[in-house]
């Protein structure tokens, strides 16, 4: 089952959300949101992109062409990056950011270790 965080995105309910919605929780690593203020249509269209750019990586290295994965790369990172999952944050309070930080090495830690 999934459930709809912070600008929509779908997420498993064993990756939660951090009270301001900037981060999802994977095995207690921090990974950034997309943009909350992205409109639907463009959002979607982006995941769109994204999901095709992720199986152009699979299927080379699915053939070994280092190349090929090489070059299919370069798009999923425009598309994170397009998304606000990379790059500069999309918020404006000056926070830092915590991506792919340890959520316990970071202000999260009292959060997430209420998490279970």
Do not use: C, I
């Amino acid at each position: 089952m999934t459930r709809l965080a912070s600008g929509g995105q779908k997420r498993m309910p064993h990756q939660p959300v951090t009270p301001d919605g900037r981060y999802f929780v994977v095995q207690g690593r921090l990974w950034r949101m997309s943009d909350p203020a992205l409109e639907t249509a463009q959002r979607e269209s982006l995941v769109k992109q994204l999901m095709d750019a992720r199986r152009a990586v699979v299927a080379a290295k699915r053939t070994k062409d280092q190349m090929a994965e090489d070059d299919a790369h370069a798009p999923v990172d425009r598309t994170k990056r397009a998304l606000g999952e990379r790059g500069p944050v999309w918020w404006d309070d000056g926070a830092p950011d915590y991506h792919r930080h340890m959520a316990r090495t970071t202000p999260y830690a009292n959060w997430f270790a209420g998490q279970g």
